[in-house]
């Protein structure tokens, strides 16, 4: 009798560590791992794969379908043309939108169409795999007017490889970049995890490359509530006053938050400025790709 008794409450034991272990998953990441987190950014790094897959949004929710359907405003305010790091000087009340690790099939278009229902525009800083697997939501943001840097090939920690390794990585990661969009220089650059070197900052700052850091990470890679994620960033940006805010377009918290987010930044009368770089010899090739 007693072993029985053992028996089941190993078998209980069991199944509650597995349950804990599904509701700890989150699927909105499913194809990625993560590290030890870093100090400055405990982000998502990707296994090394050809292609990762994402869960799109439904389609049956609004955001899959096209415009929402809330009041917009002015938010939108002044465009910065920034050659270099100095050249990003916000005033108070200032915001530059940037996210980061996409695109992603649906979530990338939702966050769009809600950039879009607001007016204003943001940069995305995009992984080479992720922009070699999915070139047809690369040209929809170039074709909605917003602006474009690399985060490496693979989202590696430049701090933990070699000099050689890192700049590899970088010029990788641009190259697929300018596969896919026809820009002849990619203007924009942001660190994974925000692990940077004085080194590579300087070669990037030669090269002619603006590093873009984070005044403001709304932590949407951890696993909360859309609301919490907009509260939280909203929060921080009042505290701050102005800077620039990371997010995620690969997650549907991030798409869920930022219609609310965005309500609340024109509520407390903050402007999104708009960050162009160069992207060197004249016009971009035109993109033929429907983006709406």
């Given amino acids: 009798m007693r072993s029985v008794v053992v028996l089941s409450l190993l078998s209980v034991i069991l199944l509650a560590g597995c349950a804990s272990k599904r509701v700890k998953e989150d699927q909105n990441i499913r194809g990625l791992t993560s590290y030890a987190p870093i100090k400055q950014s405990p982000h998502v790094v990707r296994r090394d794969k050809s292609k990762i897959e994402f869960p799109e949004t439904p389609k049956s929710s609004p955001l899959a379908r096209g415009k929402l359907v809330v009041p917009t405003g002015n938010l ?23 996210f980061d690790d996409g695109p992603v099939p649906g979530k990338t278009k939702a966050i769009l169409n809600t ?6 525009k943001a940069t995305f800083l995009m992984v080479g795999s992720m922009v070699n697997s999915y070139p047809k939501e690369v040209k929809a943001v170039v074709n909605r007017g917003h602006s474009i840097g ?14 050689e390794s890192a700049r590899a990585k970088i010029r990788a990661g641009e190259k697929t970049i300018k596969s896919k969009t026809g820009f002849s220089s990619v203007p924009f650059f942001r660190f994974p995890y925000l692990a940077s070197t004085p080194k590579l900052r300087n070669w990037l ?12 990470d709304s932590k949407d890679y951890f696993k909360d509530s859309p609301t919490t994620v907009a509260n939280r960033t909203i929060d921080r940006v009042k ?11 690969i997650h549907a918290r991030t798409v869920a ?14 402007k999104v ?13 035109l993109l033929v790709s429907n983006s709406s």
Avoid: W
């Fill in 273 to 285: 400025v708009h960050l162009k770089g160069d992207t060197n010899k004249g016009e971009r090739q």
């Fill in 205 to 216: 700052e030669q090269r002619g490359v603006v590093v873009l850091d984070v005044d403001i």
């Fill in 239 to 249: 505290r701050n006053g102005s800077g620039i805010i990371l997010f995620h377009d």
């Fill in 115 to 120: 950039l879009d229902n607001f007016g204003v």
């Fill in 150 to 163: 690399s985060h490496t090939v693979d989202h590696a920690n430049l701090a933990k490889v070699s000099f």
């Fill in 76 to 98: 939108a305010g002044r465009t910065i043309h920034a050659k270099s790091i100095s050249d990003i000087r916000l005033r108070p009340g200032e915001v530059v939108l940037t």
């Fill in 257 to 270: 938050a930022l219609p609310g987010f965005l309500q609340d930044l024109k509520a407390a009368g903050f």
